[in-house]
């Protein structure tokens, strides 16, 4: 349940405890945000001698987390460090790893994926390397890099991920004809599901799948400690929440709108402007305390391109948005998929098959030529398989 590994079986004793450096940062998803959450574990003569995580925005990294729990330093030589992402070079809120690593004594520092913090971006390991010890980068590459997406791709192309989350089925519906999608994954998707929220700064969701599910959104019902709630946002360009049936609205607003974390209305301009005029719809609009107007002459993508990159998204947030998990529905997504807005996708399959024909991804006809996404990482849960993939456009890019 939960903290699950993404990853494929071991194949050498390198990759094994990579694996195990991965779990340490899983373990600690979300805390450490904006930093990335780096894993780190210390071996020796084939044991593990230490491990850690990075700690809340401006704690300690991971490496000296690891470190500093070895109460005899003289333990560590000779020994290999494990990290998620290269040793940090820098001074920021903390001094650099490379600099402790290196005065450790360590025979080896296998590094998964390199830290393309431009602070950083191959310092900490040629620091490493100079001083004597065996550098390595690239075990469980694919696994760190899709670990640590939200932190690269900020880093590398300087505007917030837009990630994908979906469940379906052999068939590829998200959900039955009677509108039902919460039994098409089995109960251990689920609650990683929830997890893995807490590695995403947001969840957007479409107004269709708000009316249907009144969803809450939250972290819940998996592994503790939770470190974070996202924020949500609701994709709304027609205002139809502000019209929906009443029973529906009093969901809508103790389940998608509760207190536990702010929910975002992003509405068109001229459907704000008509809401105000109707005296139901004016009624609810007074209810919802962040509203984000968009533009009327934008498609829904460059609308929310835009809204990620406006500042006053973070500001009204309470929090930098750097990254943004889209759970829906599949007109959402096929729209935002359709315009090569999806730069990675957290796919769970269930083995069922006859799922209806009414909720699925569709893309119109120019699209049929096919995208090919990279596989980067994968994981049974349950009777379910979830396969972790980048777009093409975002695999260039790392
Ligand atoms: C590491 N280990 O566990 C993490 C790293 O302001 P600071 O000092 O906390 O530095 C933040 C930067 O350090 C961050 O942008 C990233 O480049 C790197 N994160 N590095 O060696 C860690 N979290
Ligand atoms: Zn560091």
């Known amino acids: 349940q939960g903290a699950e590994p993404v990853l494929h079986l071991a194949k050498s004793d390198d990759a094994y405890w990579m694996q195990r450096a991965l779990e340490q940062a899983m373990a600690a998803i979300g805390r450490s945000h904006p930093n990335p959450t780096v894993g780190c574990v210390i071996v020796k003569e084939g044991r593990l001698i230490a491990s850690g995580a990075t700690e809340v925005y401006g704690g300690r990294h991971a490496e000296r987390v690891a470190i500093e729990s070895v109460a005899d330093r003289s333990q560590l030589r000779g020994a290999t460090l494990y990290a998620t992402l290269e040793p940090c070079s820098h001074t920021g809120r903390q001094p650099p790893c490379a600099d402790l690593v290196a005065s450790c004594g360590f025979a080896r520092c296998i590094a998964a994926v390199g830290d393309p913090n431009p602070l950083v971006a191959g310092r900490g390991l040629r620091r490493l390397r100079e001083t004597g010890l065996e550098v390595q980068t690239g075990v469980l590459g694919p696994e760190a890099m899709a670990w640590h997406l939200p932190f690269l791709f900020w880093q590398i192309a300087g505007r917030a991920l ?81 019209s929906c049936p009443e029973e529906t609205w009093q969901g809508v607003l103790e389940r998608t709108f509760s207190s536990q974390t702010p929910t975002l209305l992003m509405v068109r301009e001229s459907a704000v402007a008509a809401a105000r005029r109707e005296p139901l719809p004016a009624r609810r609009l007074e209810r919802i305390e962040h509203l984000v107007s968009l533009p009327d002459e934008l498609s829904p993508s460059e609308c929310l391109r835009a809204a990620l990159a406006d500042p006053s998204l973070s500001a009204r947030a309470g929090r930098p ?30 083995p069922i098959l006859g799922g209806g024909t009414r909720f699925r991804l569709q893309f119109p006809a120019p699209y049929g030529v096919g995208v090919r996404l990279h596989p980067m990482a994968h994981a049974r849960l349950g009777e379910d398989l979830l396969v972790e993939y980048l777009h093409p456009s975002t695999q260039k890019l790392l």
């Open 162 to 242: 837009i990630a994908a989350k979906w469940a379906q089925t052999l068939d590829g519906q998200l959900a039955y004809d009677d509108g039902r999608s919460q039994w098409i994954s089995g109960e251990e998707s689920r609650a990683y599901t929830h997890w893995l929220r807490q590695k995403y700064d947001a969840i957007l969701v479409g107004v269709g799948t708000v009316l249907a599910d009144q969803p809450a959104l939250t972290v819940r019902s998996c592994v503790e400690p939770h470190h974070r709630q996202p924020i949500r946002l609701v994709f709304d360009p027609g205002a139809r929440l502000l």
């Open 321 to 350: 948005i750097h990254s943004v998990m889209v759970e829906g529905g599949p007109r959402l997504i096929s729209t935002l998929a359709e315009e090569g807005m999806i730069d990675m996708t957290h796919i769970f399959t269930a």
